[in-house]
Each structure stands twice: as structure tokens, then as C-alpha cells.
């Protein structure tokens, strides 16, 4: 079976550059989880989403950040304008039911130059 | 809030026993689970814990016991392969939101 796949695996960009992160979570999997990780503030849940509705946000950063789950296959994050501290690992991650065993993505290595 | 508390480094012999240890202060707790990552890699679901008590996994067990609000992951017959950071997340009720630790690093020596 596939895992959670994330697109792309590597961006780079300059600041005030739009950047838009893609996922495929498994399928029949009901749970859908967006986490940033950096050396400085360990792993961050963004937002997660139950059945393509958000669940809860509350770990966004700020504006610059949305994301949305348009079906049960599919869910982007986006950031606009992006800034040199964005630059992290973002992992999608997904769960079939239940949150605490969560399907980790290989992840989208950002940096902002 | 919530907060975590793992020890950032732990260094153990291959062959040997190591515990990780993980306390907590958090209202509405519901479990905690443990993950499992390589450097480069993505986190890996190890085990999860509701009820007071030790999971076993193989040669990972975990453990967890509410009234301390405290929590291990044991890592038995140590091999170079479990080099890696292992994080703690308290899953809270509700809505069950999750939060993750700061991670233990492990490094396993000959």
C-alpha cells in the first residue's frame, strides 16, 4: 500500500514568494495532519482535519498560512508570502479513526532564501 | 496548556536496556503515544497508551501511569539500527488535540 505521499520533497524560494505544499493521505484514512519541524522548535501541529473539515487550527503561525482539504484525497498548505523563517520540514501526516497513531509523510524540506 | 518533558540526549550499548522517560502537565488528558525518527526520516507511530500500565511491542514496550502523569518507552536489546530520536505525544480529549515533545535523542555504541 502507499504511504502518505507529499509533494514536492524539496523547495527552495526567495521571500514573498507564494509556496503551496501538496498531500495525498492514505486511503480511508478520516484524519489529515499538517506539522512543521525546525531544530529551534521541535515538531508543531499546524492544523488537522476530520473529513475534510478543519478541526482545529489553532497551531497556524499566522495569515500567511491557510490550507485547505478540497476532498478526501487531497489537501494542500500554502504560504503567502512566504519569509526565511518558514524554512523547515513540513510533514503531512494521516490516521485512519483515530489521532494518536497518525501515517507520517517523507515530508517537503522549505527554504526560504 | 500543555507541556512535555523528555531528556534531550540519552547514549546506551548495543545489547543493552535503555528508558526514556516522558512527564507531562496537561488538563484533559486522553493517552500518549511514542514515535520513532531517523535523521533525515519521517516519524514512525511506535506505540500508544490510554490505561495505566506496559504495552509490549516487541522489543519496545511502553508505560504509562496517570496518577504521576508520567510516561517510558523501554528499548530492549539495543541495536545500532534504534539510533534515532524517539518523541512522546499527549493526545487530549476532546476535540484530541496532540502535542509533541521536544524528543530524546538515543545513540547506540558498540
Known amino acids: 500500500d502507499a504511504g502518505v505521499i507529499q509533494s514536492p520533497r524539496h523547495e527552495v524560494t526567495e521571500m514573498g514568494q507564494e509556496v503551496t505544499l501538496r498531500c495525498k493521505p492514505i486511503?480511508?484514512?478520516?484524519?489529515l495532519f499538517w506539522y512543521r519541524q525546525t531544530m529551534m522548535r521541535g515538531l508543531e501541529l499546524l492544523i488537522y482535519f476530520n473529513n475534510n473539515v478543519p478541526i482545529d487550527d489553532s497551531g497556524m503561525p499566522e495569515d500567511r498560512f491557510s490550507a485547505k482539504m478540497p476532498n478526501a484525497s487531497f489537501s494542500t498548505l500554502k504560504i503567502q508570502p512566504s519569509e526565511p523563517r518558514d524554512s523547515a520540514v513540513y510533514f503531512c501526516?494521516?490516521?485512519?479513526?483515530?489521532?494518536?497513531?497518525?501515517?507520517f509523510g517523507p515530508g517537503t524540506r522549505l527554504l526560504v532564501l | 496548556g500543555q507541556s512535555l518533558e523528555q531528556p534531550s540526549e540519552v547514549t546506551a550499548v548495543e545489547g543493552a536496556i535503555v528508558q526514556i522517560n516522558c512527564t507531562y502537565q496537561?488538563?484533559?488528558?486522553?493517552?500518549l503515544s511514542w514515535y520513532q525518527q531517523h535523521d533525515g526520516g519521517a516519524p514512525t507511530f511506535l506505540s500508544y497508551?490510554?490505561?495505566?500500565g506496559l504495552e509490549e511491542t516487541g522489543r519496545f514496550s511502553s508505560f504509562l501511569s496517570r496518577s504521576d502523569s508520567y510516561g517510558y518507552l523501554l528499548l530492549q536489546e539495543l541495536q545500532m539500527k534504534d539510533s534515532a530520536s524517539y518523541f512522546c505525544a499527549v493526545i487530549i480529549g476532546g476535540y484530541q488535540k496532540v502535542t509533541f515533545g521536544t524528543g530524546t535523542k538515543l545513540q547506540v555504541i558498540p
Open positions: 486511503s480511508g484514512h478520516d484524519y
Open positions: 497508551n490510554a490505561l495505566d
Open positions: 496537561t488538563s484533559g488528558f486522553y493517552g
Open positions: 501526516a494521516s490516521s485512519p479513526g483515530k489521532v494518536e497513531t497518525q501515517y
